[in-house]
């Protein structure tokens, strides 16, 4: 119903910045919520950012003042602009659409980012 695409990610040294974006094809017009997680081998899968389409967003303390969401609604695609980055920032980041009035769940195929020291 929603297939949602990931582009970006990649190798980068502490304290640089780097930006993922995230695509959404399918059933766009049922999409309220977009979103950013992560997850380390031996961790569960936690929040990043998430964003509303009206422009409501919620981060992490981890990352918050660091990291910043944005979507453009007309191409149904969420942003993650990652600056000062930490080697503990280091994780696959997904990309997460949540439809409306359903709440069901989309999820991408994940991005590697790895943050050296």
């Known amino acids: 119903q929603v297939q949602l695409v990931e582009s970006g990610g990649g190798l980068v040294q502490a304290g640089g910045s780097l930006s993922v974006s995230c695509t959404a094809s399918?059933?766009?017009?049922?999409?309220?919520?977009m979103g950013w997680y992560r997850q380390t081998p031996g961790k569960q899968r936690e929040l990043v950012a998430i964003i509303t389409r009206s422009g409501e967003t919620n981060y992490a303390e981890s990352v918050k003042g660091r990291f910043t969401i944005s979507r453009d609604n007309a191409k149904i695609t969420v942003y993650l602009q990652m600056n000062s980055l930490k080697p503990e920032d280091t994780a696959v980041y997904y990309c997460?659409?949540?439809?409306?009035?359903?709440?069901?769940?989309?999820w991408g195929q994940g991005t590697q980012v790895t943050v050296s020291s």
């Open positions: 997460n659409a949540q439809l409306f009035p359903s709440r069901r769940e989309y």
């Open positions: 399918g059933n766009i017009f049922r999409i309220d919520g």
